[in-house]
């Protein structure tokens, strides 16, 4: 799995909206990230005591069914078949926001990534409150005309990223009364060197969390599964029978 964020609006000191986007290259790597946000594999991370508080769309094989019906006849070898959208706040501004809050967030931010990749695209939404932060996962395709075309939505550069960020704060962030981030370029403008390098620092530890939990998916998986796709089909039918 491919994973592409901007550092512009991360900075967890206090109420920032975050949002990351992953691409997700191949069925192996969706029907991983399925079982994942599904808790069909539990994560070493989450706490087993909060999972009735988590939230699924749809289940693995609906979502994989979708997929099956929206997937072009001819793919590209080197094409994104999805795209998955971590969605999530600082944790001083969960600790502080009302229920009615925390489900406005959630609310608006699925509506926000539905309407950038289009509600028919969408395979999966679902919300974790079994671990540390609360946050939310859609998983959709990039299909544009009828083919998989992640570039033509979602760009490669760090400017395209800024933009989905800032789009993301503007209609769902601000909102909600939270701040927005500084980019790394002004962060380097208007702070000392030493105070960059602690904001940068938090920065990244802030994220660590949500990165291992990605990398303990993806281990899991590939313990379970392996990495031939036959594999993986005669898996997940026998997890589904």
Same mark, same amino acid.
């Given at each position: #799995?491919?994973?592409?964020?901007?550092?512009?609006?991360?900075?967890?000191?206090? @109420?920032?909206?975050?949002?990351?986007? *992953?691409? !997700?290259?191949? &069925?192996? %790597? =969706?029907?991983?990230?399925?079982?994942?946000?599904?808790?069909?594999?539990?994560?070493?991370?989450?706490?087993?005591?909060?999972?009735?508080? @988590? @939230? %699924?769309?749809? %289940?693995?094989?609906?979502?994989?069914? #979708?997929?099956?019906? =929206?997937?072009?006849?001819?793919?590209?070898?080197?094409?994104?078949?999805?795209? +998955?959208?971590?969605?999530?706040?600082?944790?001083?501004?969960?600790?502080?926001?009302?229920?009615?809050?925390?489900?406005?967030?959630? *609310?608006?931010? +699925?509506?926000?990534?539905?309407?950038?990749?289009?509600?028919?695209? $969408? =395979?999966?939404?679902?919300?974790?409150?079994?671990?540390?932060?609360?946050? #939310?996962?859609?998983?959709? #395709?990039?299909?544009?005309?009828?083919?998989?075309?992640?570039?033509?939505?979602?760009?490669?550069?760090?400017?395209?990223?800024?933009? !989905?960020?800032?789009?993301?704060?503007?209609?769902?962030?601000?909102?909600?009364?939270?701040?927005?981030?500084?980019? &790394?370029?002004?962060?380097?403008?208007?702070?000392?060197?030493?105070?960059?390098?602690?904001?940068? %620092?938090?920065?990244?530890?802030?994220?660590?969390?949500?990165? &291992?939990?990605?990398?303990?998916?993806?281990?899991?998986?590939?313990?379970?599964?392996?990495?031939?796709?036959?594999? $993986?089909?005669?898996?997940?039918?026998?997890?589904?029978?």
């Amino acid at each position: #799995m491919e994973r592409w964020w901007h550092p512009c609006y991360c900075l967890l000191m206090s @109420n920032y909206a975050i949002m990351r986007m *992953s691409k !997700l290259k191949s &069925r192996v %790597s =969706l029907v991983g990230a399925l079982r994942h946000n599904n808790r069909d594999v539990v994560p070493n991370n989450a706490d087993i005591a909060l999972a009735d508080y @988590n @939230n %699924s769309r749809f %289940s693995t094989a609906e979502s994989l069914q #979708m997929y099956t019906n =929206l997937l072009p006849k001819r793919v590209r070898k080197n094409a994104v078949h999805a795209v +998955e959208v971590v969605m999530t706040a600082s944790p001083e501004w969960f600790e502080k926001a009302s229920i009615d809050d925390r489900r406005e967030f959630f *609310s608006e931010s +699925e509506i926000w990534a539905r309407k950038f990749f289009g509600g028919k695209n $969408v =395979l999966s939404v679902a919300v974790h409150r079994d671990e540390k932060t609360p946050h #939310m996962h859609v998983i959709a #395709m990039p299909i544009v005309d009828g083919k998989l075309n992640a570039k033509a939505i979602i760009g490669g550069s760090r400017d395209r990223m800024r933009e !989905l960020q800032d789009d993301f704060y503007e209609k769902v962030g601000k909102p909600l009364g939270m701040d927005r981030g500084i980019t &790394r370029e002004a962060s380097k403008r208007h702070t000392q060197p030493k105070e960059f390098a602690r904001i940068m %620092s938090e920065q990244k530890t802030a994220l660590d969390e949500r990165e &291992r939990g990605i990398n303990e998916r993806e281990e899991e998986f590939k313990k379970v599964m392996g990495t031939n796709p036959q594999t $993986v089909l005669r898996a997940f039918n026998e997890v589904h029978r």
